[in-house]
């Protein structure tokens, strides 16, 4: 169970990681689904801070495990607010939010089912 604790949360971080960079560093692709959204630009560097501690959360996680479920749980919560967000438009490019949303319940199974959910 270790190994698969360890090998799900590394990719949540990596794939959160990544997205947390693209939205920070002020790349167009997160403005334009912003503006697609109709949610406005200056968001998007709190969407990616939210991403970035997520990541940071899931990473923590390996030292203290609540901090990881935390962080896990917030994650859920966000990508199920993203694909919400691309229904409420009328978008359905939702298969990015979908991987990511699994890859975040697979981080939290995991890590419940590696700590204990007690």
């Known amino acids: 169970m270790f190994i698969a604790f360890v090998t799900v949360t590394v990719i949540g971080a990596v794939f959160n990681g990544g997205a947390a960079v693209i939205y920070l560093i002020g790349h167009e692709y997160p403005k334009t689904q912003a503006d697609i959204k109709g949610i406005p630009r200056k968001y998007v560097p709190v969407l990616g801070v939210l991403l ?27 990508f199920i607010g993203a694909i919400i967000a691309h229904l409420r438009v009328g978008s359905r490019d939702i298969v990015g939010g ?4 699994v890859t975040a319940v697979a981080t939290l199974a995991v890590g419940l089912a590696h700590h204990g959910a007690a």
């Open 52 to 78: 970035a501690l997520g990541t940071a959360g899931l990473l923590a996680g390996f030292a203290v495990p609540v901090l990881g479920t935390i962080a896990a749980c917030g994650l859920v919560l966000y």
């Open 98 to 101: 979908i991987v990511f949303l």
